[in-house]
């Protein structure tokens, strides 16, 4: 890399947060279908989605201050007077992996949204399954006892 270490270190630290990040979202999708299966499952899956939110936070952190050291060296481009084709080089390069990782940052992210996304719509769609069953449970109930009370009338008739 032809940027100063520290440079390189966040570049390379957003890198290896990013291939976490998608893999952690790749285990959160094929974890989307099995929430319903069980309390433990829906922890799990919350659990995941949290380490992959904390994971999020940092890296945005760190691409703040790729941001900063890109402009940083922006300004060293514009007021330097030495050296300047080695800062202009410099400052290319810092400029492209930002804007490389950005890129896959927000598709990553955007990645992470949509699983979000349909994991509530599976849990939004068992609650509603959980309340339409509820609901036939309580009209079958309420016939059973109208049933009973015709059969004691009838039985009342009868005598």
């Not at 899956?45 to 945005?60: C, P, W, Y």
Request: proline share 0%; charged share 30%; net charge negative.
């Amino acid at each position: 890399m032809d940027f100063d270490s520290n440079d390189g270190t966040i570049v390379r630290k957003i890198q290896q947060n990013i291939e976490e990040l998608g893999q952690q979202v790749q285990h959160l999708d094929s974890f989307v279908g099995r929430l319903t299966e069980s309390e433990q499952c829906r922890e799990h899956f919350n659990q995941l989605a949290h380490n992959a939110q904390q994971l999020s936070k940092e890296t945005n952190q760190l691409m703040k201050q790729l941001v900063q050291l890109s402009n940083a060296n922006v300004s060293k481009n514009y007021f330097s007077h030495l050296d300047i084709e080695e800062e202009t080089i410099t400052f290319r390069s810092l400029r492209i992996h930002r804007e490389r990782l950005q890129n896959e940052y927000i598709g990553v992210l955007n990645r992470l949204q949509g699983c979000q996304r349909r994991a509530a719509q599976t849990e939004k769609a068992s609650m509603r399954k959980m309340r339409d069953a509820a609901e036939q449970d309580e009209e079958a109930a309420k016939r059973l006892e109208e049933e009973a009370a015709a059969q004691g009338s009838q039985i009342k008739r009868q005598r």
